[in-house]
């Protein structure tokens, strides 16, 4: 069968004429004697999409995105250079450029290359551009729009789009592995504008992951995501304004899970725990959340949209325990974060592309299941609110302060759920927000697959989830302040 | 130095790539294209607590095509610049144009709406520097910033970032344009520490001149007070007050009106502005213009995505909506002219009340003035408003203590309504040139 390694050789090495030997000519400009680490990143990646709006097909479009990026990193000092040229002159150029980060000659070198694998793959290799013909993929998105438009009169507008990836990359270091990996990623989304007497409001849903676009056509997603998108729409039309003040709020399953991403999830990335910029710097072994609360980063779901075999910089990817029983145990690493911290990449080292230089990001990040069921958790609320979707959050994560913003969500009265409240952002303070938890759901879901995570004007596609949860005081931006 | 060596040979080498591409669509059957090409090249250093943390070398380039046979489009792009990957480019576009549905209001632009006349913009200007001098600059920066106060005990780092780039637009109604230009700018970010509060702010700088960045003492010590003086913050009760909007969040408010007059929105009816020409959105007071010629501009450009002129032009005057912002889709879909931006809004200014900042927070009495927001609440078809804040409680006129942690919400069509004053002390580090505002009502929630 043919391997990750075989697709990276033919895409990148092939095409130039390129070959191993040429690769140690490119290390030995690169190395010297105060390299800590070294790598070459090749990409090659193809995307497709295609938009929806207003019945008809208005956009399709097609790209290629290829290149190299060259890094040397001598301690804490990263040097850097990329080329969306693969070539050897490019290479030996950006090679040159990214050793100036120190001042040593040139010294070491690699004198022969080890491929290495993954012990598992997480997705096929596949290419999903090609997995559904072009009738069957304009076909999905006027589904879209039949269900949607058939769902409810009120509906105004549907826009629906549908993206694939094919990635191949491949990884050479200074310590002589060469690791590939190739990298399906597909998406639907749907969203929809409703109208009823001079009201207006939109809502989305959709999914994805890394697999072939079949899913969405076996699955029926079409009709899901359609009715999903035109009930919470439906939903908003009917909401009043939401409360502003501290009070009880139930999170539901599955995508609100954005609260770890934001409340704790970047601040236990390694570069800024290294730096003590965190609000969580210094903090491993105490107590952070409450008792029954574990918090992991898991890259090895089978098929999930945060999901790698290995992160690119070659390391496979693991599950790391962020959070066991609401004491912080660990952080997660790129390489060179873990080496400045004396320990081992976590397998977190993305980076969005060839022209980017790798960070700690997340992969999926969830909580694991409590013990309640979530009629039993919005019955034990007399007062608050339940928010069952969020459109996304932000961090400052130097003073620990997160939002993140309701989609959907009711008031809380007398254990009922009662009207639906518009758009609010709320606000907490991450290292004591999980303090506040005081029942756990049994019901942990993972979201459908759509998350992007921005991090210094990189993206990054990851995964969220978590059971409900009930939080005892969380600040809710509305504007009803009675 | 960061320049796009022999810019002009390769502005040439371009011109007979655009062409050729544009021959290449027509000879596939396309009965119009337009192609995009862009090259840049760009240095940045980034230095933390004294020592060179990164040194990175950009080079971009790209190719972005469009081809329409009658009403059905395609698109593609490449980074690949060989004749192979322009081949594979122009058979995907059309591969795709075979796909999209029929839609009336597709196609270039209207020919005579072409630009036919380029005023000097004078956006090009090299910086003669290295990475020794970049880092030389950085590190200035961040030891200013350092050394400013013993509260200011972290750092995450600071930077030079400078960028040259040549950007060539062509469409088959023989309409070509070249911008070149360039962009610099220093960054610092420091954490100041105090017990058990610890916050981090910034300052930065930017500009197309090198010689018109602020320098490397004055973004050090900006960065060092504004991290100092959040320390401490706390959490408010939660009320109704005026707020307040410092120019770099200002831009923001006037950035929301940008989206909800865009065409897109418009022609959508996603928008809390819908349908709003003619309307008093603003107190009459509010007067907002649009000029893309201003010189060095960051905002400036002689023609849009489509190589439609640009035009000086009132957007809102005497608070009323004067015009869209359009694109030629957008605009056949409301049967209007396009209005030169299909690229989006150039160089925004809005003019001021004749107050100062302190003038303004003297206005405001008590209430909310927010420096920073987070997240992303703001519904665009309602106009709907709710966000993470912080800033400084102000009493009679005095800053009394700083807060975070607490959310401002309303709704944007009162917010805008709401305005009572506009200050004078412009932030001219973007397209959107504003001074603080001023809103005399919204909803902060906290403790």
Not at chain 2, 235 to 252: D, M, W
């Amino acid at each position: 069968m043919k391997q990750a390694i075989d697709f990276a050789r033919e895409a990148f090495f092939a095409p130039a004429g390129l070959t191993e030997h040429n690769m140690e000519q490119v290390f030995s400009h690169l190395l010297n004697k105060d390299t800590t680490l070294a790598d070459l990143y090749f990409q090659s990646a193809r995307y497709e999409s295609w938009g929806l709006e207003e019945g008809i097909i208005k956009s399709g479009s097609y790209s290629i995105e290829q290149g190299v990026g060259v890094r040397s990193v001598c301690g804490e000092q990263t040097g850097f250079a990329y080329s969306g040229e693969i070539s050897l002159p490019a290479l030996l150029e950006s090679a040159k450029a990214a050793s100036a980060i120190s001042r040593a000659g040139q010294s070491g070198s690699v004198n022969a290359w080890k491929v290495t694998a993954p012990s598992r793959h997480l997705y096929g290799m596949d290419d999903p551009l090609d997995s559904l013909s072009e009738t069957d993929k304009i076909g999905f998105l006027q589904q879209i729009d039949s269900i949607a438009r058939a769902t409810s009169p009120y509906v105004q507008q549907v826009m629906a789009s549908m993206v694939a990836v094919h990635e191949i990359i491949l990884i050479m270091d200074e310590s002589g592995r060469m690791t590939a990996d190739v990298r399906p990623l597909v998406r639907a989304n749907v969203s929809v504008i409703v109208q009823r007497k001079g009201e207006t409001e939109s809502a989305t849903a959709g999914g994805g992951g890394r697999f072939n676009l079949d899913f969405f056509l076996n699955g029926d997603k079409a009709r899901e995501y359609a009715e999903d998108a035109v009930r919470k729409a439906l939903i908003n039309l009917d909401a009043s304004a939401a409360p502003a003040g501290s009070m009880t709020v139930v999170l539901g399953n599955g995508w609100p899970g954005v609260l770890l991403h934001e409340a704790i999830g970047h601040g236990l990335e390694g570069d800024f725990n290294r730096k003590g910029t965190s609000a969580f710097a210094g903090r491993i072994g105490e107590q952070v959340a409450a008792k029954g609360i574990t918090v992991v980063d898991d890259g090895t779901l089978e098929m999930r949209r945060g999901s790698l075999s290995v992160d690119d910089e070659g390391t496979e990817t693991q599950c790391t325990t962020l959070i066991e029983d609401g004491i912080l145990k660990g952080y997660m690493f790129d390489r060179q974060n873990a080496a400045l911290m004396g320990t081992n990449s976590t397998g977190n080292g993305r980076r969005q592309s060839y022209a980017h230089l790798p960070m700690p990001r997340m992969t999926n990040t969830y909580m694991r299941a409590g013990g309640h069921a979530a009629e039993e958790i919005i019955a034990s609320v007399d007062k608050g609110i339940y928010a069952a979707n969020f459109s996304g959050g932000q961090v400052d994560i130097t003073s620990g302060k997160f939002v993140f913003s309701a989609s959907e969500a009711y008031m809380i009265e007398n254990g009922k759920l009662g009207r639906p409240i518009k758009n609010a952002t709320l606000i907490g303070n991450g290292p004591d927000v999980l303090t506040r938890v005081s029942m756990i759901g049994n019901d942990l879901q993972l979201d459908t697959g759509i998350g992007v995570c921005g991090k210094d004007g990189q993206s990054v596609p990851v995964g969220v989830g978590q059971p409900t949860l009930r939080i005892d005081g969380l600040t809710v931006g509305g504007t009803a302040t009675a | 130095m960061i320049e796009l060596e022999k810019r002009f040979d390769i502005a040439t080498e371009f011109q007979a790539m655009a062409e050729r591409m544009l021959e290449a669509a027509k000879a596939r059957g396309a009965t119009a294209a337009e192609v995009d090409i862009d090259k840049s090249t760009g240095l940045s250093v980034e230095v933390r607590m004294g020592t060179v943390d990164k040194l990175q070398y950009h080079r971009d380039q790209g190719i972005n095509l469009t081809v329409y046979f009658g009403h059905r489009k395609g698109f593609a792009s490449t980074g690949d610049f060989s004749s192979q990957a322009l081949e594979d480019t122009l058979d995907a576009a059309c591969r795709i144009a075979r796909y999209t549905s029929e839609d009336e209001f597709n196609g270039l632009a209207d020919p005579e709406r072409m630009a036919t006349e380029f005023p000097k913009l004078d956006l090009y200007h090299p910086w003669e520097l290295d990475a020794e001098m970049a880092i030389e600059m950085a590190l200035q920066a961040e030891s200013v910033a350092r050394e400013h106060d013993s509260r200011i005990t972290n750092s995450e780092g600071a930077g030079v970032d400078s960028h040259a780039g040549l950007s060539l637009y062509a469409n088959s109604h023989d309409f070509m344009g070249i911008r070149h230009s360039t962009r610099h700018s220093l960054s610092c970010a420091v954490v100041a520490q105090e017990g058990d509060s610890m916050q981090r702010d910034y300052w930065y700088t930017v500009s197309r001149v090198p010689g018109h960045l602020e320098s490397a003492d004055t973004v050090g010590a900006e960065a060092a007070q504004r991290a100092v003086r959040r320390l401490n913050a706390r959490s408010l009760s939660t009320r109704e007050a005026p707020v307040l909007f410092v120019p770099q969040l200002a831009r923001g408010l006037v950035g929301h009106l940008v989206g909800a007059i865009s065409g897109s929105a418009q022609y959508r009816k996603a928008s809390f502005l819908l349908d709003s020409i003619g309307q008093k959105v603003f107190p009459e007071f509010v007067h907002l213009r649009e000029d893309p010629y201003i010189r060095q501009g960051l905002g400036s450009r002689s023609y849009d995505s489509e190589g439609v002129a640009t035009q000086v032009r009132d957007i809102v005057k005497e608070g009323v909506i004067q015009g869209y912002f359009l694109g030629s889709y957008s605009a056949r879909k409301l049967g209007m002219p396009t209005t030169g931006n299909a690229s989006g809004s150039s160089n925004l200014l809005l003019a001021d009340t004749g107050v100062s900042f302190v003038d303004l927070i003297q206005q405001m009495g008590t209430g909310l003035m927010v420096t920073e927001l987070i997240g992303h609440g703001i519904n665009s078809i309602t106009g709907d408003y709710s966000r993470g804040a912080s800033g400084y409680w102000v009493e009679n006129g005095m800053i009394t203590h700083p807060v975070e942690e607490v959310t401002i919400a309303g709704n944007l069509r009162d917010m805008y309504q709401g305005i009572v004053g506009i200050a004078d002390d412009v932030d001219e580090r973007g397209s959107i040139r504003t001074g603080s505002i001023l809103i005399n009502k919204m909803t902060i929630a906290g403790q």
